[in-house]
């Protein structure tokens, strides 16, 4: 593809509900990442995939959080229960070499 | 642990040149790396530099001096469109998991 991209571009949920955010990374990239982004502030890591390495998950916030990347490629960010303390732009990114990270266009989660 | 300085906001206005700072502490650094990201949008990658001196991409460059554990990003010839945040990160500690900064807010006066 063109891009990373992400769906959905826009969630609102109710507080306690599961959300599942997706991204679809570049094709061929190995290695794939998730941020979170607080109005106004940097990006905060949560998860990073590398191959068919174990994911490093040092980053997520509460056991809420989850991660899975399936076949090398799509990836599903899953926040369970979520609260109120969780909405933020939730940022993709993938990359073939460590320098360099393509993002996608986010998805901007409102708990309500 | 890592951590990374830099202005929260700079202003400029057309036409001129801005250098916005950044300084780290880490260990076994790598890299440093710039993104922009206007409103709304997602980062996009500006520059890499994992060796001392400077790097220059058109109107845009980046500088990194290793024993100062210090870079900075060059913006020349404003445009109203260079109105964004721009992000230093820096990948060490044998991670390739990048440690944004907060962000600098540029804004531009025409």
């Known amino acids: 593809g063109a891009g990373v991209s992400q769906s959905p571009s826009n969630k609102v949920t109710e507080k306690g509900k599961d959300v599942e955010l997706r991204c679809d990374p570049i094709s061929g990239h190995t290695a794939l990442y998730w941020y979170r982004q607080s109005l106004g502030q940097g990006l905060e890591f949560l998860i990073y995939?590398?191959?068919?390495?174990?994911?490093?998950k040092s980053g997520l916030p509460s056991d809420r959080f989850s991660a899975e990347r399936t076949g090398g490629s799509v990836s599903t960010l899953t926040i369970q229960r979520t609260q109120q303390e969780d909405s933020a732009v939730y940022l993709c990114?993938?990359?073939?070499?460590?320098?360099?990270?393509?993002f996608g266009p986010g998805t901007r989660l409102t708990v309500l | 642990g890592q951590s990374l300085e830099q202005p929260s906001e700079v202003t400029a206005v057309e036409g001129a040149i801005v250098q916005i700072n950044c300084t780290y502490q880490?260990?076994?650094?790598?890299?440093l790396s710039w993104y922009q990201q206007h409103d709304g949008g997602a980062p996009t990658f500006l520059s890499y530099?994992?060796?001392?001196g400077l790097e220059e991409t058109g109107r845009f460059s980046s500088f990194l001096s290793r024993s100062d554990s210090y870079g900075y990003l060059l913006l020349q010839e404003l445009q109203m469109k260079d109105s964004a945040s721009y992000f230093c990160a820096v990948e060490s500690g044998g991670s390739y998991i990048p440690t944004f900064g907060r962000g600098t807010s540029l804004i531009v006066h025409p």
């Open positions: 995939f590398q191959g068919n390495s174990a994911p490093d």
């Open positions: 990114a993938s990359s073939s070499r460590t320098d360099t990270q393509y």
């Open positions: 530099n994992a060796l001392d």
């Open positions: 880490t260990s076994g650094f790598y890299g």
